[in-house]
């Protein structure tokens, strides 16, 4: 079956413009997670949903961060007045269930976002 | 400190050679772990869940030292295909958030 798949692949922005990323998570996957991975770093927990809750949304960076999910699947994670510290590659994962981490985390490719 | 640490590597390994690499955790609290496989420029993969007891899926073996409070990843019998990044992971919190490691980046050569 179709694996995550986010868009758009790339996304080159200017200092300051909103973007908004999207994900699609597996079909019937109830819980899906957003990370951020900078150059040469390890992934960092931004939010993950439980159908369409967000228990913790702590791991945003700043409040400029935000993000949705609607009916339970399709997910947006909207960064306004994006700064050249956004630059990174933010990915998707979902999985089957939520069970204290112990399900298998399946990602997207990811959205490089360049913040010029 | 960093709440998952990894050896950043690279550790270069001969083909059919043995490695084997840890990653320490700060949280004794912690309750799964997981080691991730990334290929460069790739979103990353489940290689396989550790338990308490050790475990092992092919030429991969996977150790947990809950009283050292690190992890470990033994790879038998080197592939040119292991080249990769391995990120450590490990659950924290009681719902689960995950947290993952730097990566510890592997070179099998020829």
């Known amino acids: 079956g179709a694996g995550v798949s986010q868009s758009p692949s790339n996304k080159v922005t200017e200092k300051g413009k909103d973007v908004e990323l999207r994900c699609d998570p597996i079909?019937?996957?109830?819980?899906l997670y957003w990370y951020r991975q900078s150059l040469g770093q390890g992934l960092e927990f931004l939010i993950y949903?439980?159908?369409?809750?967000?228990?913790?949304k702590s791991g945003l960076p700043s409040d400029r961060f935000s993000a949705e999910r609607t009916g339970g699947s399709v997910s947006t994670l909207t960064i306004q007045r994006t700064q050249q510290e956004d630059s990174a590659v933010y990915l998707c994962?979902?999985?089957?269930?939520?069970?204290?981490?112990?399900?298998?985390?399946?990602f997207g490719p990811g959205t490089r976002l360049l913040v010029l | 400190r960093k709440e998952v640490e990894q050896d950043p590597g690279p550790f270069n390994v001969p083909e059919g050679a043995t490695v084997a690499f840890n990653c320490t955790y700060s949280?004794?609290?912690?309750?799964?772990f997981f080691w991730y496989r990334q290929d460069c420029r790739k979103e990353p993969k489940l290689l396989m869940s550790?338990?308490?007891s050790g475990n092992e899926d092919g030429r991969f073996t996977a150790q947990l030292n809950r009283a050292s409070q690190y992890i470990s990843l033994l790879i038998r019998d080197s592939k040119l295909s292991d080249s990769a990044t391995y990120l450590c992971?490990?659950?924290?919190?009681?719902?689960?958030?995950?947290?993952f490691g730097a990566g510890t980046q592997v070179v099998v050569t020829p």
């Open positions: 994962a979902s999985s089957l269930a939520w069970t204290g981490g112990k399900e298998t985390q399946y």
């Open positions: 079909s019937g996957h109830t819980a």
């Open positions: 949903f439980q159908g369409n809750s967000a228990p913790d």
């Open positions: 949280n004794s609290a912690s309750q799964s």
């Open positions: 550790v338990y308490s």
């Open positions: 992971v490990v659950n924290f919190d009681s719902w689960g958030k995950l947290q």
